[in-house]
């Protein structure tokens, strides 16, 4: 008996081993036992990543080739909004015949585990500085307000910021002419 089950991520390559040319297609969802990143935003834990690989049997060992989808949640960096995004990544590992060489990744007990090949791709694509939008504009630093409600935008609008621009203006307008208003312009 084993003593350690093998993990979500590892797949049987019995019918491949040592037999260069062939190859294997899996498709698998693994919910994750613990969430995947560790900055603003993660793949949090009980989320399903969608794995779709290839598995071939080459000379040296079992070259691994896959696509991997995810969701990640956390923040915006700018003005802290939750948000959720998808995270779609390639990856290729080669998983080496235990043998002289150290290699870091190897076929074990006829499997290969992808888990750490998997989590190093999509955490690293994680954004580092995430944000809700490209423009989010982001807190003011005196008030900690929204910029964007500060600017007379309606809040969960998106707007684009040509006219966020022109309507600051137009309220700069008012200001200077001594009105606190902030009614349209027609001009
Ligand atoms: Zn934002």
């Not at 071939?56 to 948000?83: F, K, W």
């Not at 995004?85 to 060489?101: I, K, M, N, R």
């Not at 809040?155 to 022109?166: C, K």
């Amino acid at each position: 008996m084993r003593n350690s089950r093998p993990g979500p991520f590892s797949l049987n390559v019995r019918d491949i081993v040592r037999r260069p040319g062939e190859m294997r297609e899996h498709s698998i969802d693994v919910p994750l036992a613990e969430k995947w990143g560790e900055g603003l935003v993660a793949v949090p834990s009980g989320s399903a990543v969608e794995l779709d690989v290839r598995l071939e049997s080459v000379h040296e060992g079992i070259l691994a080739t896959g696509d991997v989808h995810a969701d990640y949640e956390g923040i915006c960096g700018r003005c802290l909004t939750e948000i959720a995004a998808p995270v779609d990544v390639e990856f290729q590992e080669l998983f080496a015949y235990p043998g002289e060489e150290a290699n870091d990744f190897e076929v074990q007990d006829d499997h290969v585990d992808l888990e750490t090949v998997v989590r190093d791709a999509i955490v690293l694509s994680l954004p580092f500085q995430p944000v809700c939008r490209p423009e989010c504009p982001g807190l003011d630093p005196e008030t900690g307000e929204l910029l964007d409600e500060q600017s007379g935008a309606t809040s969960g609008e998106a707007l684009d910021p040509r006219w966020a621009a022109l309507e600051k203006f137009a309220a700069e307008q008012n200001d200077e002419s001594g009105e606190s208003g902030r009614t349209p312009q027609n001009s």
